[in-house]
């Protein structure tokens, strides 16, 4: 009986330890630039898996960059977690750039697929106010580079090659990281991370820890909506057409003044936009160049001349739509395809606004009666030619009259005006 009670404690002991073993792990899906909507998303991720006493934090990365200020967020995040975060470069394609390099360094496992990259480390600021000064980019370079170099150092990792990253802007392939000791493994899927990675001991906090990932229960953790709306519109392309659909909008406000709705879309739109240039770094004259040159093609249509006004608009538009982003990262710059269908929209549409308002102009000015010239109506009083009668044309009753005979409830045209008299043709059905 004995012998069997201490059967039954050894199985029941064997089963705890395996749910033991069996941990969870949240995995983060970090795909796009590193932004504030984006490092809130995965420093909270890294919280609750603090909380909970997770096995480990999976972030699973593909990203051009981003911000320093944002990314700074992140590392801190990593570096006093007390729990195991693994940044794994994935899939084949995927890259960590700028950033990015920041964020997989600093991690307890670094981890990228076959056909990956990582480096190009450069810092990028933030806002309007970024000092764009050679003397203080090369602070924050120097910054960033002792930085960079402190993590690697932590982390055991290549410091050299860390530091090349921020430096000279070296970016490197997934063997050649493994290789030269920036990351600690390559796989190729996650499955295959998960069971090289098994009993692996790692240190947190100054104390090993064992990762049981193997049998380890994943749950995925989504960006929240508004998180996702607010990461999307920092995207520069976004952020910039944001910017021409209000500018458009309030534009067709002023021509049309009551229409309403062009003129709330234009305001949200430009609201959103700046909500986005205050954390992307944006030269603000691009954004004056813009504005001048959208006035500059309403007072062309408002007073169309030789196409002065309409020329400078669009070169200043051009110009100023160039110039919007002032950041040699390319994560964080509008795309010239953006920026060219942007410019020929409005050329074509202005283009054709002038045209009519040109048309307009020349046509000469018909006033009182003679505006009714080519209006059609219908007859309520028979018209002879040796009899006047009255027609209905313009939501108006007049007197009307004609070389021919024309009988009630047929239509005319008003031909010609002499006096208070339409003269009027009949039209044939």
Same mark, same amino acid.
């Given at each position: ?86 940044? *794994? ?150 952020? *910039? ?189």
């Amino acid at each position: 009986m004995e012998n069997m009670m201490r059967k039954i404690w050894f199985i029941l002991l064997v089963c705890s330890l395996s749910v033991v073993s069996a941990g969870t792990i949240l995995v983060l899906d970090f795909e796009g630039t590193v932004d504030p909507p984006m490092a809130t998303y995965i420093t909270r991720g890294i919280d609750r898996a603090n909380l909970e006493n997770a096995e480990a934090v999976l972030i699973v990365m593909d990203t051009p960059g981003g911000l320093l200020s944002a990314t700074k967020s992140i590392v801190q995040k990593i570096l006093n977690s007390r729990v195991p975060i693994i940044v *794994y470069v994935y899939p084949s394609g995927s890259r960590a750039a700028s950033a990015g390099a920041f964020i997989v360094v600093a991690s307890h496992v670094a981890a990228m697929a076959p056909g990956t990259r990582i480096g190009a480390a450069h810092p990028v600021g933030i806002g309007m106010f970024s000092d764009t000064s050679a003397v203080m980019r090369e602070k924050v370079t120097q910054d960033a580079a002792a930085w960079i170099r402190s993590i690697a150092k932590l982390r055991g990792r290549n410091v050299s090659v860390a530091q090349e990253f921020v430096l000279s802007s070296q970016s490197i392939t997934a063997s050649e990281a493994l290789k030269l000791g920036v990351i600690d493994t390559v796989a190729k899927s996650i499955d295959e991370l998960l069971q090289m990675l098994d009993g692996k001991v790692v240190t947190v906090n100054d104390e090993p820890d064992t990762l049981h990932t193997a049998r380890a229960n994943m749950v995925e953790i989504k960006m929240p909506p508004q998180q996702k709306f607010l990461h999307k519109i920092l995207d520069p392309n976004i952020a *910039y057409l944001l910017l021409m659909l209000g500018l458009l909008g309030i534009a067709v406000e002023l021509q049309h003044p009551g229409a309403v709705v062009p003129g709330v879309v234009g305001v949200i739109s430009i609201l959103c936009a700046m909500y986005a240039f205050q954390i992307l770094p944006v030269n603000y004259v691009g954004v004056l160049l813009i504005i001048a040159g959208i006035i500059m093609l309403i007072l062309e249509v408002k007073m169309p001349g030789f196409g002065v006004l309409f020329t400078g608009g669009l070169v200043s538009i051009l110009f100023g739509s160039f110039m919007l982003t002032a950041s040699n990262e390319p994560a964080l710059r509008i795309d010239w395809w953006t920026i060219i269908p942007v410019v020929a929209f409005f050329s074509v549409l202005f283009l054709f606004i002038v045209t009519k308002a040109v048309l307009i102009h020349r046509k000469p000015p018909k006033t009182g009666m003679e505006g009714l010239v080519g209006e059609m109506g219908e007859v309520i009083e028979r018209i002879s030619p040796k009899k006047t009668g009255r027609i209905f044309v313009h939501g108006e009753i007049w007197n009307a009259r004609s070389n021919q005979n024309i009988k009630r409830g047929e239509k005319v045209k008003v031909i010609g005006v002499k006096g208070l008299v339409l003269e009027v043709e009949k039209v044939e059905e």
